[in-house]
């Protein structure tokens, strides 16, 4: 068995886990990242597009960005759409001039990788951690498949930033570990198609048929979802009907139908909440998925794991360059804190505008959510506050 020594082992390629190895590589502190899917599954995954205000200057800080600022599209406001008629929410002129940015999870994901490989720190794909030792110990160990054989790497610390089904989170006692879930009744069907958006900024839209969202890549690709009911799967659901669907729902005087084009990437997502806490035990530090999933309605997911990877760095810095515990012993409750408001924010705008079929209670109050939205500014306020820059509270 191969024999290894590092630093800090990362566990998972996401944006988290490559995000955290190259603030530790700037500040030459060892890591290796391990990453049990192939690379070119990581590139292509098609998840979150909105990033804050304060995680592009993350970005930016790592050296990361030169291509985000290219070709990231830069927004100042969202539109809530019900009963068929548009509402702008200044989100700039709201949050003390702040602004949002497009770009697609996967690109920060190439931006990473190619990143880390042009500096020759080590990253290994197809490389599943299988098991996870020593954590309440002098060193922590890992366990790694790998297609040329198994590693046994030690290290002083490991990051598991593996999502929710990963080895990093099944390591912790289940004594030690409190797991809070909620899950919702209905999921997300999305598209990614080739079509210019027949809009500059994301429309969230309340209609009696469900929710649905539009959303941009580029000035060719647009990101459309629609509500469904959790049951369903994608072949109950042709392109024709999806369009079909799309149009119905987002359609306004001023817009009466989306641009469309081929489909090419889709896919069926279901809606919950989770909250694993504590984000440590021992030598293991819990990050990003790992630790939290929120629905997508509030566009927290990439930015709420990179809230945690600034925190986790400089925990991990301030512990292995001047042997200071503070962060590192305060890195779950400063980061719960923020992941509860996240929830809290994600929660708020996910029940404000997924319609419930059979509640009409329910859908009253849903209704009158939105329209305080529109007609209080210290509601809007809130909302363009938490979506602009939640993760730097």
């Keep these: 068995m191969k024999e290894l020594r590092t630093q800090v082992a990362i566990i998972g390629a996401g944006p988290a886990g490559l995000m955290l190895g190259q603030l530790l590589q700037r500040e030459g502190i060892d890591s290796i990242i391990f990453e049990r899917r192939s690379r070119e599954y990581v590139e292509r995954r098609v998840r979150a597009g909105v990033i804050e ?22 927004h100042h406001g969202i539109e809530l759409r019900f009963d068929n008629v548009s509402h702008r929410i200044a989100l700039s002129d709201l949050a003390d001039g702040k602004s949002i940015t497009v770009y697609g999870q996967a690109e920060v994901v190439k931006d990473l990788v190619g990143l880390r490989y042009g500096s020759g720190a080590p990253l290994y794909f197809d490389a599943e951690v299988t098991a996870i030792e020593g954590l309440t110990s002098d060193e922590a160990t890992i366990q790694v498949s790998t297609p040329e054989g198994d590693v046994r790497v030690s290290c002083q610390y490991v990051a598991g930033c593996d ?6 989170s099944r390591s912790i006692p289940t004594s030690e570990l409190r797991r809070h879930e ?3 009744p209905y999921s997300w069907l999305g598209i990614l198609a080739e079509a210019a958006p027949a809009t500059e900024e994301l429309i969230y839209c309340r209609h009696q048929n469900g929710f649905a969202l539009y959303s941009l890549r580029s000035p060719s690709v647009s990101r459309l979802y629609l509500g469904v009911r959790p049951d369903e799967t994608l072949d109950e659901w042709s392109d024709e ?38 984000m440590r035990y021992g030598r293991l530090f819990l990050a990003g998925d790992a630790a939290h999933i929120v629905p997508p309605t509030g566009a927290k997911g990439m930015n709420l794991a990179l809230g945690d990877v600034r925190e986790l760095f400089s925990a991990l810095v301030a512990k292995i360059t001047h042997n200071d515990d503070r962060l590192i012993d305060s890195y779950s409750q400063t980061c719960l804190e923020r992941v509860w408001r996240a929830e809290e924010f994600s929660y708020y ?18 209704r009158a959510r939105l329209r305080q939205a529109i007609t209080s500014r ?11 820059d939640l993760n730097s509270l």
Excluded: C, K
């Excluded at 999502?163 to 990093?168: E, I, L, N, S």
């Design 378 to 388: 210290e509601a809007s306020t809130v909302l363009a506050r938490n979506y602009v």
């Design 241 to 278: 009907r999806i369009w079909a669907e799309l149009n119905v729902r987002l359609a306004t005087e001023e817009m009466p139908s989306v641009s469309q084009g081929p489909i090419i990437e889709r896919s069926i997502t279901a809606m919950r909440s989770i909250v694993n806490e504590p």
């Design 53 to 74: 205000h304060g995680i592009v200057q993350l970005i930016n800080d790592a050296g990361a960005g030169e291509r985000m600022q290219r070709e990231g599209l830069v």
């Design 182 to 184: 909620r899950t919702y």
């Design 349 to 366: 705008m996910t029940q404000m505008l997924h319609p419930l079929f059979d509640d009409e209670f329910e859908n009253g109050v849903q």
């Design 163 to 168: 999502g929710t089904f990963g080895v990093a």
